[in-house]
């Protein structure tokens, strides 16, 4: 922890690098950072509201807000996953800590979900949603997210390295854990011998306490909260852990 | 002769490669499960030990595959050897070139700034010390450009300028001064020769008696991952190439090509 705080100002610069490079050379450069989600979130929000007419518009706020954390969360993890591979030549080079590569895809992906609450915060006005002070929980929310987030990056970062089919195996267990989060859909659909699945899924608990402040206007349970964090420590724990008796192993192998 | 700077005590380093190739997660599990998994021990260094003082300028020579490379990552701290003990007293600064640290798409000034803060420099530090990086890599019109419209020479003046900007303890130099102009080689010998005489340590591999004789006094000859000869480097180089006179006379494998005679290449 000490030595990665040493770097935190090449952090800042990979963070913008990431930030910067993805749009650059295009004619409204930065701003795309901010047009890109609004954009997509304009198209849900039309889908689910309009077209699709069901009952309420708040549904696409829910549909919204639980997107944007999960976006997020797979874009972190798979960016991590094929960080240290993608920086294969810099890695038997220089000698920094190896976190720092799987963590600042993390941290890119966090800005990326930071400046989405912009475009969302326009959609909660436009559509008439209620906004309250369970807004306010939004960052400690969002740090229990990047904590979870880069727990599974770290963990998964240095098994990508060993084995070449972590990559796709990954890809195919996040689509199905997107399938078994309530994004899409509100928990209160699945039938009730199924929801013990929903329960067991881990990702399950870091979203509520996101989405809850935004959609629901509460101010999560003690419970939930709790839930929460348990989760984002054990997956940092895995994750550091991992790191730790694998870590040497790295520059053998990739 | 200054205090030891790079000390290293039988330092070996084991590649495992499994004779049936092995690159993902099922494959593995399968040959767990069907009686274990057999390996192919590639010692990329074999007991090596040496010492490097302050303000000494090491030469690193030999065939590909004797082990250059692995040596250089193992000083620079980037690999653990599978035995033996490795110090290194102080910072080390390897060379950074396209591929390692530069970005195409990012200016100049922006790489620098990435690359020193990857050596461990703060911004304050660079801030202070960018215009004589740009100066020394003779960039001054071209640094506020993206890195993929600079030359490979262009390029690796830059990435001299930045590890050697702070006058590191020990400076990894692995094959980068063969691409650059006669100019800027003998500015390069220049900075070497000054840093050498302000305490730095200099590693260099090259394959260029040229360079080694330019820069080292000393110099050492890996083969097969073993130190075949350490000493002063004109002798070394002229046993080593001595031996490659033998070897192409004789149409033969080089003599101490053990039975097998498995190279590690990279």
């Not at chain 1, 920094?96 to 609450?117: D, E, Q, Y």
């Not at chain 1, 369970?134 to 770290?154: K, M, N």
């Not at chain 1, 809850?212 to 101010?219: A, S």
Request: proline share 5%; glycine share 8%; charged share 15%.
């Amino acid at each position: 922890m000490t030595t990665l705080w040493q770097y935190r100002e090449l952090f800042v610069y990979l963070v913008r690098r990431d930030l910067t490079l993805r749009y650059r050379r295009s004619v409204l450069g930065l701003l795309w950072t901010v047009l890109h989600p609004l954009a997509h979130m304009g198209v849900i929000f039309v889908v689910f509201s309009g077209v699709l007419s069901l009952r309420t518009e708040s549904y696409a706020v829910y549909v919204l807000s639980g997107l944007l954390f999960w976006n997020f969360f797979t874009q972190s993890v798979t960016t991590s996953m094929t960080s240290l591979a993608a920086n294969r030549a810099l890695l038997l080079k220089v000698p920094v800590p190896k976190t720092i590569f799987p963590l600042s895809a993390c941290l890119s992906g966090l800005a990326n979900w930071v400046i989405s609450i912009g475009p969302l915060l326009l959609i909660l006005v436009v559509s008439g949603h209620p906004m309250g002070t369970s807004l306010l929980f939004l960052p400690i929310a969002i740090v229990v997210g990047f904590l979870f987030t880069a727990g599974v990056g770290l963990a998964l970062a240095p098994l990508a390295v060993f084995f070449r089919d972590v990559v796709e195996m990954v890809t195919v267990v996040l689509r199905l854990l997107y399938y078994l989060t309530p994004i899409m859909y509100p928990i209160t659909m699945v039938p009730e011998r199924f929801t013990w699945i929903i329960r067991l899924n881990p990702v399950g608990p870091v979203l509520e306490i996101f989405r809850g402040p935004i959609y629901l206007g509460l101010i999560p349970s003690v419970q939930s909260m709790a839930a929460a964090l348990l989760v984002a420590l054990v997956a940092l724990a895995v994750g550091a852990t991992v790191y730790r008796l694998t870590g040497d192993r790295v520059a053998y192998h990739i | 002769m200054g205090p030891v700077r790079i000390n290293l005590e039988g330092v070996s380093v084991r590649y495992r490669l499994s004779t049936h190739r092995i690159h993902s997660l099922k494959e593995w599990l399968i040959s767990c499960l069907g009686g274990g998994l057999s390996y192919r021990d590639l010692w990329a260094l074999r007991d090596v030990s040496m010492s490097v003082r302050a303000g000494e300028t090491l030469g690193v020579i030999g065939p590909n595959g004797a082990g250059k490379s692995t040596l250089l990552r193992v000083v620079g701290e980037v690999l653990r050897p599978t035995t033996g003990r490795v110090r290194i007293a102080g910072r080390v600064a390897p060379i950074l070139s396209l591929g390692a640290g530069f970005s195409g798409d990012l200016t100049g000034v922006e790489n620098v700034y990435i690359n020193a803060l990857l050596l461990g420099r703060t911004r304050s530090e660079i801030d202070s010390s960018i215009d004589g990086i740009v100066d020394f890599a003779g960039l001054a019109e071209f640094i506020d450009s993206p890195a993929h419209t600079y030359s490979t020479g262009m390029m690796a003046r830059l990435g001299f300028a930045i590890a050697t900007a702070w006058a590191p303890e020990v400076l990894i130099l692995d094959e980068v001064l063969s691409v650059g102009d006669a100019h800027h080689v003998e500015r390069c010998r220049a900075r070497i020769e000054s840093l050498q005489a302000a305490g730095s340590t200099v590693l260099m591999a090259s394959h260029s008696r040229h360079a080694i004789l330019a820069n080292c006094r000393r110099c050492i000859w890996l083969d097969h991952g073993t130190v075949v000869m350490d000493g002063p480097a004109e002798e070394t180089l002229e046993a080593y190439h001595a031996t490659v006179a033998t070897c192409l006379g004789a149409d033969r494998p080089r003599p101490s090509a053990p039975p097998g005679g498995l190279r590690f290449s990279g």
